[in-house]
T-cell receptor, first 115, second 113 residues
Framework: GAVVSQHPSRVICKSGTSVKIECRSLDFQATTMFWYRQFPKQSLMLMATSNEGSKATYEQGVEKDKFLINHASLTLSTLTVTSAHPEDSSFYIC???????????FGPGTRLTVL | GENVEQHPSTLSVQEGDSAVIKCTYSDSASNYFPWYKQELGKRPQLIIDIRSNVGEKKDQRIAVTLNKTAKHFSLHITETQPEDSAVYFCAASKGGTGNQFYFGTGTSLTVIP
């Protein structure tokens, strides 16, 4: 199956700093990638849809100025958490669909801890 | 938009028994219904999926059924094993790589040895 990588897998940062998370599709081109946030024992909450070459589409309640998404190429999308605060601590997962109808392939996730 | 509901939120079964998880969806245009298994701290992994032109699909101990008229689909795991313990998510989607998945709230399955 298609492979999606994510980097870093774990990051600890101080409050007020910015953190960038990379999501790459390794063996397919993804015009669209998805960013999720997951709190412990909860479902995947879609934050935004990342579109190659255009602006991301954010879900209601997600601050676009805080969670900056850039989809610079067909294989790379980045999520930058700006001015991170402890409440931003969470598990962030990206995903992409390789085919028009089929599964969504997930990255391994990034555990963000803001001190 | 689509609304996916999943039940139960937690499920405990004895090893060897069957487990059933049910989901409903609201958008009749949805045509793809995957089930993901997520172990603690890991990425969701697809375990089985079904498309709207099929009513049932089976893969060894796992099966999924779809009732398009009633807009519900179910995951069936037979002969459960301790390694089946995980959180299971259902999802609904329309075709197209740009179309998002709408996930259910998850079911935490515990298989008791």
């Amino acid at each position: 199956g298609a492979v999606v990588s994510q980097h870093p897998s774990r990051v600890i940062c101080k409050s007020g700093t910015s953190v960038k998370i990379e999501c790459r599709s390794l063996d397919f081109q993804a015009t669209t990638m998805f960013w999720y946030r997951q709190f412990p024992k909860q479902s995947l909450m879609l934050m935004a849809t990342s579109n190659e070459g255009s602006k991301a589409t954010y879900e209601q309640g997600v601050e676009k100025d805080k969670f900056l998404i850039n989809h610079a190429s067909l294989t790379l999308s980045t999520l930058t958490v700006t001015s991170a605060h402890p409440e931003d601590s969470s598990f962030y997962i990206c995903s992409a669909r390789a085919f028009s109808i089929g599964e969504q392939f997930f990255g391994p996730g990034t555990r963000l801890t803001v001190l | 938009g689509e609304n996916v509901e999943q039940h139960p939120s937690t499920l405990s079964v004895q090893e060897g028994d069957s487990a059933v998880i049910k989901c409903t969806y609201s958008d009749s245009a949805s045509n793809y219904f995957p089930w993901y298994k997520q172990e603690l701290g890991k990425r969701p992994q697809l375990i089985i999926d079904i498309r709207s032109n099929v009513g049932e699909k089976k893969d060894q101990r796992i099966a999924v059924t779809l009732n398009k008229t009633a807009k519900h689909f179910s995951l069936h795991i037979t002969e459960t094993q301790p390694e089946d313990s995980a959180v299971y998510f259902c999802a609904a989607s329309k075709g197209g790589t740009g179309n998002q998945f709408y996930f259910g709230t998850g079911t935490s399955l515990t298989v008791i040895p």
